[in-house]
């Protein structure tokens, strides 16, 4: 069955570095999808992806973050410098179609320190 | 923005009982899932609902979009259906709204 990948599954990073989460999305998906989940606390959106752009972003998505598809396959998220509450679950989804049933990976645990 | 409310927050069960989780949201909704975060944080589609009744094994749900809830049925419960159950929504825009989740612990 066909599944939404990241890598990796957990990343420390020192406060102000760079990070890139990876994802690949499921082949014949068209929209993808950040999400986060801080520990204990619900999962919040951040930036859907359609046709090599933005389609919408929330207000935690600010300049830091930013999302591509390099390739055709991997949708990645560059967190530019990181801060301590960036730590959190951040999880990549999909979907065929625009508020389609979304698949979720099975998430990166970013640590900030 | 809608909001989503699930309740209860927290549930234990002993093995074997059986329950309702209620997800209420504010506004009409074009998609609802119901989602299982096991104890490793994974997120685990249960049901693509935006409304009727569908069944999964133990598992069943019903979407009432005309007045805004959904419902979880877990049947017979098993341990290893313990962790937090989420009901997420998607109105208009393609981004689904998380409610804050159900914490179920299943006593063996």
């Known amino acids: 069955e066909p599944e939404v990948t990241q890598t990796p599954s957990h990343q420390v990073t020192q406060m102000g570095q760079e990070v890139i989460l990876r994802c690949v999305p499921i082949?014949?998906?068209?929209?993808f999808y950040w999400y986060r989940q801080i520990l204990g606390q619900k999962v919040e959106f951040l930036v859907s992806?359609?046709?090599?752009?933005?389609?919408?972003k929330s207000e935690i998505f600010d300049d830091q973050f930013s999302v591509e598809r390099p390739d055709g396959s991997n949708f990645t998220l560059k967190i530019r410098s990181t801060k301590l509450e960036d730590s959190a679950m951040y999880f990549c989804?999909?979907?065929?179609?625009?508020?389609?049933?979304?698949?979720f990976g099975q998430g990166t645990r970013l640590t900030v320190v | 923005g809608i909001q989503v409310e699930q309740s209860p927050p927290d549930l234990i069960l002993q093995e074997g009982a059986n329950s309702t989780l209620r997800c209420n949201f504010s506004?009409?909704?074009?998609?609802l899932q119901w989602f299982h975060q096991n104890p490793w944080g994974q997120l685990i589609n249960l049901f693509y609902?935006?409304?009727g009744t569908k069944q999964n094994g133990r598992l069943s749900a019903t979407t009432v979009a005309t007045e805004r809830y959904s419902l979880l049925y877990i049947s017979s419960s098993q341990t290893t259906d313990s962790g937090v159950y989420f009901c997420?929504?998607?109105?208009?825009?393609?981004?689904?709204?998380f409610g804050t989740g159900t914490r179920l612990k299943v006593l063996a």
């Open positions: 082949s014949n998906h068209l929209y």
């Open positions: 989804a999909s979907a065929r179609g625009g508020g389609t049933e979304a698949f």
């Open positions: 609902i935006p409304s």
């Open positions: 997420a929504v998607s109105s208009g825009t393609y981004k689904y709204i």
């Open positions: 506004d009409s909704v074009n998609n």
């Open positions: 992806f359609y046709n090599n752009e933005i389609s919408e």
